[in-house]
């Protein structure tokens, strides 16, 4: 299935080219302002985004009753964040988004209104024991994997499937996500090559992803940003999603 252009980005950037070469976890500060981005498929990813919801909303959102406090508060956090970019604009008791939609914030409904307003996929992770345990996500764009597997499993479950995260990885992993301080977020990103460009894709542990190719026509790049909520001290894995025709030229 081919994807509509505005849902395609026109390049990944080199400096994500970069980060995706390095070895894992291969955590870096996020530059002042730089947590949430907006890019040319800005206004086609959040389409996307709503279709799926409305399709089938139990597939890319769930929230434990555990992390209520935490999702209400990442909306919070989110809604502060946007307050300070020039691409959004408070009208009236409204956001208008930077493709001009206006959205009306439901704290009632704190996921679905992160998905009306930012690109990122969102997954709230909380302490419970000596792990972090995935307790809320909005996934609608999900690179071979499925929500329905890994909620409410801890970090070292729900990456079993990956072939490099053997103990060493997990155990940094964890000090990461046990060390990450509010106000102080860290990213990284991956880069795989994709045969098909569609942006949800979930697939069952059992269910691998075929290879990409060097000859595949799509790049499928993530940029994984993670950082604590001050107030529940949730831990935040964002993922910002590029899909881009291989041959398409790098920038920033």
Same mark, same amino acid.
């Given at each position: 299935?081919? @994807?509509?252009?505005?849902?395609?980005?026109?390049?990944?950037?080199? $400096?994500?080219? =970069?980060? +995706?070469?390095?070895?894992?976890?291969?955590? %870096? #500060?996020?530059?002042?302002?730089?947590?949430?981005? %907006?890019?040319?498929?800005?206004?086609? @990813?959040?389409?996307?985004?709503?279709?799926?919801?409305?399709?089938?909303?139990?597939?890319?959102? +769930?929230? /434990?009753?555990?992390?209520?406090?935490?999702?209400?508060? /990442?909306?919070?956090?989110?809604?502060?964040?946007?307050?300070?970019?020039?691409?959004?604009?408070?009208?009236?008791?409204?956001?208008?988004? #930077?493709?001009?939609?206006?959205?009306?914030?439901?704290?009632? =409904?704190?996921?679905?209104?992160?998905?009306?307003? %930012?690109?990122?996929? *969102?997954? $709230?992770? @909380?302490? @419970?024991?000596?792990?972090?345990?995935? &307790?809320?996500?909005?996934?609608?764009?999900?690179?071979?994997? &499925?929500? +329905?597997?890994?909620?409410?499993? #801890?970090?070292?479950? $729900?990456?079993?499937?990956?072939?490099?995260?053997?103990?060493?990885?997990?155990?940094?992993?964890?000090? *990461?996500?046990?060390?990450?301080? #509010?106000?102080?977020?860290?990213?990284?990103?991956?880069?795989?090559?994709?045969?098909?460009? &569609?942006?949800?894709?979930?697939?069952?542990?059992?269910?691998?992803?075929?290879?990409?190719?060097?000859?595949?026509?799509?790049?499928?790049?993530?940029?994984?940003? %993670?950082?604590?909520?001050?107030?529940? !001290?949730?831990?935040?894995?964002?993922?910002? &999603?590029?899909?881009? !025709?291989?041959?398409? $030229?790098?920038?920033?």
């Amino acid at each position: 299935m081919t @994807q509509s252009a505005p849902i395609l980005q026109s390049h990944i950037p080199q $400096i994500q080219r =970069d980060r +995706a070469a390095a070895r894992l976890p291969s955590m %870096v #500060p996020v530059a002042p302002g730089d947590w949430l981005q %907006v890019d040319d498929a800005y206004a086609g @990813q959040l389409a996307e985004k709503a279709r799926l919801i409305a399709a089938h909303r139990d597939r890319v959102m +769930a929230c /434990l009753p555990e992390a209520r406090d935490a999702a209400a508060e /990442l909306l919070t956090v989110v809604l502060a964040e946007i307050a300070m970019r020039p691409d959004f604009a408070m009208v009236g008791h409204g956001i208008r988004r #930077p493709d001009g939609v206006v959205v009306s914030p439901d704290p009632k =409904d704190p996921l679905l209104t992160l998905s009306q307003l %930012v690109q990122e996929d *969102l997954c $709230i992770l @909380q302490k @419970q024991g000596d792990e972090h345990v995935l &307790t809320a996500a909005l996934l609608c764009f999900p690179a071979s994997w &499925t929500l +329905a597997e890994k909620i409410g499993r #801890p970090l070292t479950v $729900i990456h079993v499937p990956v072939a490099p995260y053997d103990d060493g990885i997990a155990a940094r992993v964890q000090r *990461l996500f046990d060390g990450v301080q #509010p106000g102080r977020p860290v990213w990284r990103a991956n880069l795989l090559r994709y045969e098909d460009p &569609t942006l949800f894709q979930p697939r069952a542990e059992a269910d691998q992803r075929p290879v990409g190719r060097p000859d595949s026509a799509f790049e499928r790049s993530e940029r994984q940003t %993670v950082l604590r909520l001050p107030g529940t !001290r949730a831990v935040v894995f964002s993922i910002h &999603t590029h899909v881009v !025709r291989r041959g398409a $030229i790098s920038q920033g």
